[in-house]
């Protein structure tokens, strides 16, 4: 019978990567704490609403990337395609934004039925924050100097760069749009087929058109910066201002549209030239109006999303490397069950240390090839002879040179933990 198969761009994270995994999701959690954001973690499947409302009929995650469908009862549900919208619809649902300054961290797996191909998958993982009820311009600046500083974190300032633009209030986009309209009407026929259709339904998106003849004509269109009010203005101004005074680099980029149409003011995106074609690492900007659009009293919002795949693809380009192996592997020539009691009293005194049994037994030979596999520092040898005395003996793996040495069981987890707190300090 032929095997199944996982679904084409869904990825299994096997046990070879999941350290690494685990080691971004910790530094990108403690940064999210030192910047006073807390966890939500919301369901992966929502009523399809929630979505459509939110990101925009027009749009190409709504109009070709959902996963929806209709349930046993008729109900018409969607895996997220991203995590902003449900978290808004959770924050309203439990009144979270009474209190104005709400700040949450989310991560986790977000699905869309796009073309796989390197960089994008249908089931991709963000780590994305959340800031509602502060408009002033100094809560984009931190959002900004928060994901700055996980770059940093992460060894990848180097590989990244920030564009930043702003997209006004809604009325500015709205009397841009006609702006835009009326300059590409005449131009319509040397746009490409994607752009066309854009026209009528999502015209700022033809910025994203990779087409050259479309870029030429889109090089000479009215600027939604020069349609910005006042208001939305001055808050752009402020955020450089700032960002310049803290030394952030960044380039305004007039083109910078994002794919949601849930956005206004702020947007920014992180770019590296090291991914090929999926270059966006991270993307976000504020959306004052979604609370409102999803039935929530009017409140402003902001926040970021980042691919995780594409910023580990950026970190094993650079070869970092995270492992898991146990400190301690046991190799037994007795009973295994005394070898599981001796283990079983290690993990009672030193519940932090990873320790691994021989549980297939064979020949010693055998056992300290798994043991020097496994990746442990130190083999624990159980003898019979010795054990009759309450002792075992310590190999070191790593020096072959060192002398085996016997320690008495009830001393094992004190003589462990001076070497291991050692080889932590030195
Ligand atoms: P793109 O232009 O690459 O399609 P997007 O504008 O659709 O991105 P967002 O919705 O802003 O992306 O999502 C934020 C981030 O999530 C992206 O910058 C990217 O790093 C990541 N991302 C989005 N879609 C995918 C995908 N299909 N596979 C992997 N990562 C993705
Ligand atoms: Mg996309």
Redesign the pocket.
Known sequence: MKNIQSIR?MHDILPEQSPLWQWLEARLRDCASSYDFREIRIPVLENAEVFTRAIGQAT??VEK?MYAFEDRNGDVLSLR??GTAGVVRAAIQHGLLHTPGLKVWYQGP?F?H?R?QK????Q???F?AEVFGLDQPATDVELILMVTRIWKMLGLSDRVRLEINSLGDKEDRARYRQQLVDYLTPHRERLDEDSRRRLERNPLRIF?SKNADTQAIMAKAPRLADALGDEARAHFDEVCRMLDALGIEYRVNPGLV???DYYCRTVF?WITDDLGA???????GRYDDLVEMQGGKPTPGIG????????LALLEALGVQQHQSPQLYLVNQVDPGRMLEVAERLRNELPELGLACSLAGGSFKAQFKRADRSGARYALVLGEAEMEVGQVQVKDLRDPQAEQASVAISDLAQWIASRIDREAIG
């Open positions: 761009g190409d995650v990337e395609p991203e977000m869309r796009e796989p960089g994008r998958q249908r991709f993982h963000q994305g994203d994002r794919g949601l995106e999926q270059g966006t690492v991270c993307a976000g970021f999303a980042m691919g995780i795949e594409r910023v």
